[in-house]
């Protein structure tokens, strides 16, 4: 199946930092990512459709501006944290969309201190 | 408003026996639909999904039900086997959106 890679992995950084986490589709090329966030023992909450070539799509109650979604080629995303607080520490995911269906990113841990 | 619901947050099965995974869902405008696998600190492995226009697909140990009367999806997995351990997610699309809507995670545990 297709893989899609994600990195760091985990991230410790000091609370007034931001983070930048990429996202990629290794075999595939994929016009549209998708990045999620998940809490723990929660479902995975979609914040953003991310389009090659163009602005991403915020879901609501998403601040665009803190979190500032590239999508500079077919086999890349990227995600950056902006201004990082301890409540955005969390796990994010990244999907690839292809014509079947969506694949995973492994995910990444950010931790806020 | 969870659109899509699953109401166990954890099951139990002995190895060899069937797992019965459930799934609601609130919105009759979703015509598409997907199970997950998660491992801990991973993402999301696709297993199987099924259109809105058949009420069964199978997949090897893997089948999943679609009531859409009901709006209700479950997943079987028969034998269960102790890799099968992890979280379930069932999520729900609409046609020509690749937006999915994901309920929260069911962990099944297979015991040996």
């Known amino acids: 199946g297709a893989v899609v890679s994600q990195h760091p992995s985990r991230v410790i950084c000091k609370s007034g930092t931001s983070v930048k986490i990429e996202c990629r589709s290794l075999?595939?090329?994929?016009?549209?990512m998708f990045w999620y966030r998940q809490f723990p023992k929660q479902s995975l909450m979609l914040m953003a459709t991310?389009?090659?070539?163009?602005?991403?799509?915020?879901e609501q109650g998403v601040e665009k501006d803190k979190f500032l979604i590239n999508h500079a080629s077919l086999t890349l995303s990227t995600l950056t944290v902006t201004s990082a607080h301890p409540e955005d520490s969390s796990f994010y995911i990244c999907?690839?969309?292809?014509?079947?269906?969506?694949?995973f990113g492994p995910g990444t841990r950010l931790l806020v201190l | 408003d969870q659109q899509v619901k699953q109401n166990s947050p954890s099951l139990s099965v002995q190895e060899g026996r069937i797992s019965i995974l459930n799934c609601d869902y609130t919105?009759?405008?979703?015509?598409?639909f997907l199970w997950y696998k998660k491992y801990p600190a991973e993402g999301p492995t696709f297993l199987i999904s099924?259109?809105?226009?058949?009420d069964k697909n199978e997949d090897g140990r893997f089948t999943v039900f679609l009531n859409k009367s009901a709006k209700h999806l479950s997943l079987h997995i028969v034998p269960s086997q102790p890799g099968d351990s992890a979280v379930y997610f069932c999520?729900?699309?609409?046609?020509?959106?690749?937006?999915?809507?994901f309920g929260t995670g069911t962990r099944l545990k297979v015991l040996a």
């Open positions: 999907s690839a969309q292809t014509e079947e269906t969506q694949y």
């Open positions: 075999d595939f090329q994929a016009t549209t």
């Open positions: 991310s389009n090659e070539g163009s602005k991403a799509t915020y």
């Open positions: 919105n009759s405008m979703f015509d598409y």
């Open positions: 099924i259109s809105s226009i058949k």
């Open positions: 999520a729900a699309t609409f046609s020509g959106t690749y937006k999915y809507i």
